[in-house]
């Protein structure tokens, strides 16, 4: 038997640090939504007992360090599986980019090995294995649009955004997650994210007020480390006016309409000196 996964990215709409734990992870709250950018990963069941991932990749390994061999493994001690997978990973969202891709590749394995296996794991239990595996990846389990506390692994689902695009830039650039949590001095946060307005905004449907709370503390972090980010931030802004956001940890910086034509006027400007760039629809 083969199945078939889609594992799409997410852009952040907030995010907020409220502190350090002790265990050297962020206490955080974020608004997240899944996005119609997509890796697409396969999976055959075949003889033996092995793990084989191959992918189009050229970037993220496919051996234990790929977050999908990792997922496999993972399930595959916990339920005991005397079974061979071979994986094939199209990768298409970009890496290291704050788009969740690596964490939607391991929500997507845990969603397809628990239908090949017919393992029968709840939605809950799902994103459980995923906590395992890293913060976002309870989220990338159900996706649509949510609210992630604590470590950013309790998910409390909101009502979805209303439709638009997002136009995503990405310099050639990898940010590593874990330098821009360090580099935050949380003292130095100037303006927090009105979370709460954030999703009233969504639920009343009003995309206009949600241009104007996009908000993300990690910003000016990843702007102080990669001035190059900032000037991308700034020329976006030129062309879109307001709902202009840096994703995540960075360094791809996004601009929500909801107007096709202005997306259009957007992406083609952008093209002119960002040798990525993607226009796509918010999932809904
Ligand atoms: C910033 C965010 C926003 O969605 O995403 P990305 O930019 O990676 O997409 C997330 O908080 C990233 O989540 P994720 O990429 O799953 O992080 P993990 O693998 O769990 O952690 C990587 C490292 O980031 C730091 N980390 C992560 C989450 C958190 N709440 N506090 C932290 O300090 C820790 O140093 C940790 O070792
Ligand atoms: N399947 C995967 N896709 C992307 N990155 C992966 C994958 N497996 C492991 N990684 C590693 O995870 C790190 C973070 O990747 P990614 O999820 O793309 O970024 P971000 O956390 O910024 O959204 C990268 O350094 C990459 O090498």
Known sequence: MKLFEKAPAKINLTLDVIGK?????????MIMT??????????????GNQIILESNSGIVPNDERNLVYKSAKLIKSKFNIDKGVKIYLEKNIPVAAGLAGGSSDAAATLRGLNRLWKLGLSEKELMELGEEIGSDVPFCVV??????????????KITSVPSGWVILAKLPIGVSTSVIYNALKLDEIKEHPKTEQMIKAIEDQDFSMMTKLL???LENVTFSLYPQVKQLYKQMKQFSGEGVLMSGSGPTVY??????????????????FCKEVYAVRLLR
């Open 34 to 47: 899944t996005i119609d950018l997509a890796d697409r990963i396969s999976f055959e069941e075949i003889e």
């Open 143 to 156: 996706g649509g649009t949510a609210l992630a506390t604590g470590r950013g692994e309790k998910i409390q």
């Open 255 to 272: 601009a929500l309409v909801n107007m096709e034509s202005r997306k259009n006027r957007i992406y083609n400007a952008l093209r002119g």
């Open 215 to 217: 908000s993300n503390v």
């Open 21 to 29: 734990r002790d265990d050297g992870y962020h206490e955080i709250e």
